[in-house]
């Protein structure tokens, strides 16, 4: 073990003492000269062995890197196919709204075409309905009947009663129901 002291400022480094070489060395390189030096004022050196950084391997971190890398990638390429299946999904339904538009389109037509008066006329004469030959008015002014002709009405009081009867007036007598007619009052 060694230990290092420190030499006041000023003071000389004592000279290495000599060493003779051993005889099976002769052939080697002759020792440098040794001469003492002085330094002025040299601060004392220490004699440790020179610090090693230790550095982390390379290769953990560049693989750590490329699987970041090739992770971001597939999950790029993923997202990029499911939006493409909504892409392709949106389209079939725009293409199935537009036929079902179309599909209401023509049976709107239809339905216009079956409601038509001609159209009605047509199947009702099928079904065996009559057609009326002409319309009948009653001038309210006159009182006269205008165009064909009317049916008759039996009598002016059950006339009343059965329109009462029918729009619902409470205590209305329509006749038929049973209840004998009023006599009129003989004066």
């Known amino acids: 073990m060694t230990t290092t002291t420190r030499r006041p400022r000023g003071a000389t480094k004592p000279a290495a003492p000599s060493r003779a070489r051993p005889e099976r060395e002769r052939g080697t390189r002759p ?32 693989l750590l890197i490329c699987g970041l890398l090739a992770g971001a990638l597939v999950s790029l390429l993923l997202l990029n196919a499911v939006l493409a299946e ?14 079902l538009a179309q599909q209401k389109q023509a049976l709107e037509i239809e339905l216009a075409r079956e409601e ?30 205008i165009g064909g002709q009317i049916r008759p009405v039996p009598h002016a009081a059950a006339a009343a009663a059965g329109a009462a009867g029918v729009v619902g007036i409470p ?9 004998p007619a009023a006599v009129p009052a003989k004066p």
């Open 31 to 62: 020792p440098a000269a040794t001469t003492t030096r002085t330094k002025p004022a040299a601060r004392p050196v220490k004699r440790a062995a020179p610090a090693r950084r230790h550095t982390p391997p390379r290769a953990p971190f560049l």
């Open 86 to 99: 909504d892409a392709f999904a949106l389209t079939r339904l725009q293409q199935s709204n537009k036929l």
């Open 116 to 145: 038509s008066p001609e159209r009605l006329a047509q199947r009702a004469e099928a079904l065996g309905m009559q057609r009326p030959t002409r319309l009948a008015f009653i001038d309210g002014v006159t009182g006269q009947v």
């Open 171 to 179: 205590g209305a007598v329509v006749p038929g129901d049973r209840v």
